[in-house]
């Protein structure tokens, strides 16, 4: 069952589960790690809509932090890359004159 999220201050883990499309058990399992935020009201679990809004921001901050780091680093990598063929291409060429010089 579909249900509009978007205006509970405090979800069930049904409704943590349906939003994040994970199942029951996975959520409550990161309830009891404390991976998202909850409270427990008798014997009910609810989480509270702006904290799981608020960390997920944060994650996918990092993500985004994360991602453009690899990024850097990709493009760093490729440029050590092709300072490196650059470097042997000049060896090569240095070899080849050098080989042409003593045949001559």
Do not use: C, H
């Amino acid at each position: 069952m579909q249900t509009n999220l978007k205006y509970f201050d405090y979800l069930t883990v049904d409704q943590t589960a349906e939003l994040l499309q994970l199942s029951k058990s996975s959520v409550r399992r990161f309830v009891s790690s404390r991976e998202i935020p909850s409270i427990k009201l008798g014997n009910s679990i609810r989480i509270p809509r702006w904290k799981l809004d608020n960390q997920l921001e944060e994650v996918s901050l990092v993500s985004f932090k994360d991602f453009f780091a690899a990024l850097a680093n990709k493009r760093r990598s490729e440029a050590d890359q092709l300072t490196e063929n650059k470097v042997m291409e000049l060896v090569n060429q240095e070899i080849a004159a050098e080989r042409e010089s003593q045949l001559v």
